[in-house]
């Protein structure tokens, strides 16, 4: 059997599907990417959106020709509200993008039932979400169509990676022929990989980990080694030279070995998380309602909280590895939005949770460190009655 059969049936295995409706890319926003073209969403269409994602994602629009619709979210999911999504629909929308914010799924049915009704595509971004449920069936089970990273810090990694799910059979075949255009990864892309590997794996331990980090972010921004984002997709809406590129072998190994721990992993996610719940819960804090945790898979536990620059720089000092997802509607786009299609006075509560958005680790070996440093920063953590505004 080949490494991409068994690769397949892996992830097949989560998901509850079968091998065939899988697609392997590049990045995640590729798998996205394809998924719109297999649609054959094109300029002049819509798609709905959260006003609370990465940049990445209506990037795959925009590199389509459509337009990305954004919509405000809700205070307690961080995902798109219902009923913004209802009033953004118009003629020309021909998609609904649902999103597992930080893992978190809400209101999948409800879309699903709203976009029959106008005879729309829904997919699932599931880029937070791989290994989490929603009413006890795997995310990205409903819509037509999900999208998954494996990207670093992501359910499980194979550095760089993505695929895709496809749950409406019409559209596999379309899919097939897209992918016919896919680019292989170069050599060098395939070793520099290997390089990375090795440097997370040996090195970037310790009293290396920051300095080495704020090189990587520095460097992948700037296009001097392989990262998450290209210096191109962050500052311009135009399409990155081979962006659209096929999951090489060394990706699908490195994956191979990592998913074999992502049930324990989401196990310990989620008792962390509780633990973390239980703790700001009892000081009064805003923390994750416990209603959610049937379904969150805890990919990052958010926190509001007062001074955002202020309490990440305590971290540092503390050794707490916090993650720097969604700072912003567009994350990381911190200016010139209206290039992307986003006017900001329009999504307060988008606006309001990047300000003040910090991602408490929940893969933490010792949460009991984690929870010293909320002692620490207790005075910055907003309070449990705070609405995001």
């Known amino acids: 059997m080949d490494i991409e059969t068994k690769y397949k049936q892996e992830i097949s295995k989560i998901l509850k599907a079968n091998k065939e409706q899988i697609f392997f890319y590049w990045k995640g ?6 998924l719109l073209k297999a649609m054959n969403i094109k300029e002049g269409d819509e798609v709905i959106l959260p006003a609370y994602t990465c940049v990445v994602v209506p990037n795959a629009i925009i590199y389509v020709g459509a337009t990305p619709v954004y919509v405000d979210i809700d205070s307690d999911t961080y995902n798109a509200n219902i009923d913004n999504i209802a009033n953004a629909i118009t003629p020309k929308t021909r998609a609904i993008i649902c ?5 978190m799924s809400s209101n999948i049915e409800e879309i699903i039932t709203l976009a029959k009704q106008h005879n729309l595509f829904t997919i699932e971004d599931c ?3 791989f290994g989490g449920t929603y009413k006890d069936k795997p995310n990205g089970s409903y819509c037509d169509a999900a999208f998954y990273s494996t990207q670093w810090n992501k359910p499980f990694s194979t550095g760089i990676g993505g695929f895709s799910l496809i749950n409406n059979l019409n559209i596999v075949e379309s899919l097939k022929a897209v992918n016919q255009s896919l680019i292989a990864p170069t050599c060098k892309e395939k070793i520099t990989l290997k390089l990375l590997y090795f440097v997370k794996k040996r090195i970037l331990i310790g009293f290396t980990y920051w300095p080495l980090v704020k090189l990587y972010r520095f460097m992948s921004k700037n296009n001097i080694v392989l990262g998450s984002s290209s210096g191109e997709e962050i500052t311009s809406i135009t399409q990155p030279k081979n962006y659209f590129m096929s999951l090489s072998k060394v990706q699908m190994n490195e994956g191979l070995k990592n998913i074999k721990n ?3 992993m989401i196990e310990q996610r989620k ?9 700001l819960s009892r000081q009064g804090k805003n923390h994750i309602p ?6 969150h898979s805890f990919l ?9 620059e202020h309490v990440i720089f305590m971290a540092e000092k503390k050794k707490i590895e916090l993650g720097e997802w ?3 509607p567009i994350h990381p786009i911190q200016e010139k939005f209206e290039s992307w299609g986003l006017n900001p006075n329009l999504y307060p509560k988008a606006v309001y949770a990047g300000k003040h958005i910090i991602n408490i680790p929940t893969d933490a070996q010792k949460p009991e460190k984690v929870i010293d440093f909320l002692k620490t920063i207790e005075d910055y953590t907003l309070d449990s009655q705070t609405e995001i505004k």
């Open 271 to 279: 008792q962390n998380a509780m633990i973390y719940t239980d703790y």
């Open 29 to 34: 926003r590729v798998a996205l990417f394809a």
């Open 262 to 264: 992502l049930p324990s």
């Open 127 to 129: 880029t937070h979400g």
């Open 99 to 103: 999103q597992n914010t930080f893992g």
């Open 300 to 308: 990052k536990y958010p926190l509001l909280v007062s001074d955002r």
């Open 290 to 295: 416990l209603i959610q945790f049937e379904n």
């Open 326 to 328: 969604l700072n912003s």
